[in-house]
């Protein structure tokens, strides 16, 4: 996740994120309905990680995305987010 974040910060963070948020739809929408939107070359990883993910955790993981969007303007904190962002999904398998 630090190291991750380390790399991302100084890029375009809203980029950044929506990159995220695209990534977890497709999560959400493999899970729940075989089909991929955004990363159609990566069906095969998201068909084999969706059934890892708490399907609760990625909903709210989608909404705390959404929230974060507000934030990415905020000069002090893009690593601070970034590392948050990727805590959160990571914590996605584990809960």
Known sequence: DLNLAEGLHKHDLHMVLQGVQRWAYDLLSIRLTQSVRYYPSYK???QKIAPLVNLFALLKF???LQT?????THPL????????TFAEYRNLFNT
Do not use: F, G
Request: net charge positive; charged share 15%; hydrophobic share 40%.
């Open 68 to 72: 974060q969007q507000k934030y990415i």
């Open 44 to 46: 095969n990883t998201l």
């Open 77 to 84: 904190a893009p690593k601070l987010l970034l590392e948050s």
């Open 62 to 64: 989608l909404l705390s």
